[in-house]
């Protein structure tokens, strides 16, 4: 069973629109958790960090956790193209510093 | 801040050989991650050091694969007698200490293998 699943997509969202992405994970004790943007063929850049339940708002970025329901997900408001990218979360579960990762979901802005 | 840098960018080589590449972490980072990650996946961890000791490897990690953090600044990756299932991207990323820290990348270092 994997530790952290993100839908792989690919989610297409018209240009202006919100595109919402799900992570759900399954160590109850994980602490931090994180959003990764990966354009093809680059390395993954830091997007959003988050640690408490609720919601982080950075710019166009929402990043949701909810602890309870061990989920996390990031809300892109005003979408740009140049937001077509790969998602990637990842999470770490506290029990040592190596951060667990998702396959990462892709997402497309439509024009 | 100049960021982590990798060195080289791509690296093309025939099966057997060796190849060994350089992560310079972000300068007040003392920890250092080593990933490898293949199309459509997320990041494979491979090993991480905190200054110079490395505390932590990959299970899956073979034997062929070993990485070095002398001083505690640069890392250096080596694959010995490399195959065609080496062929990735190979990551490394740096932090602060702290499970709560993120960490940042470098560019990568794509190998292909012939």
């Known amino acids: 069973q994997k530790e952290v699943e993100q839908n792989s997509g690919p989610l297409s969202v018209p240009e202006g629109a919100i595109a919402s992405l799900n992570c759900t994970y399954s160590?109850?004790?994980?602490?931090?958790f994180f959003w990764y943007r990966q354009y093809s063929g680059k390395s993954p850049e830091l997007i959003m960090s988050i640690y408490s339940n609720g919601d982080k708002e950075d710019g166009r970025f929402t990043a949701q956790l909810n602890k309870a329901s061990q989920y996390v997900s990031l809300l892109i408001r005003d979408s740009q193209p140049s937001d077509s990218a790969t998602y990637l979360c990842a999470v770490n579960p506290g029990r040592n510093y190596q951060l667990i990762w998702g396959a990462g979901t892709k997402l497309i802005i439509k024009p | 801040d100049t960021g982590v840098s990798q060195d080289p960018r791509h690296k093309i080589t025939k099966r057997g050989q060796n190849v060994t590449f350089r992560c310079d972490p972000i300068?007040?980072?003392?920890?250092l991650y080593w990933y490898r990650q293949t199309l459509g996946q997320g990041p494979e961890f491979l090993t991480y050091f905190q200054n110079e000791a490395q505390l932590e490897k990959s299970r899956l990690l073979s034997d062929r694969f070993s990485a070095e953090r002398p001083k505690g600044s640069f890392s250096t990756l080596e694959i010995q007698r490399t195959e065609q299932g080496d062929s990735a991207m190979y990551l490394c990323?740096?932090?602060?200490?702290?499970?709560?820290?993120?960490?940042?990348f470098g560019d990568g270092t794509r190998l292909s293998i012939l």
């Open positions: 990323a740096s932090s602060l200490a702290g499970g709560d820290q993120p960490q940042h």
């Open positions: 160590d109850r004790v994980s602490q931090s």
């Open positions: 300068s007040e980072h003392n920890r």
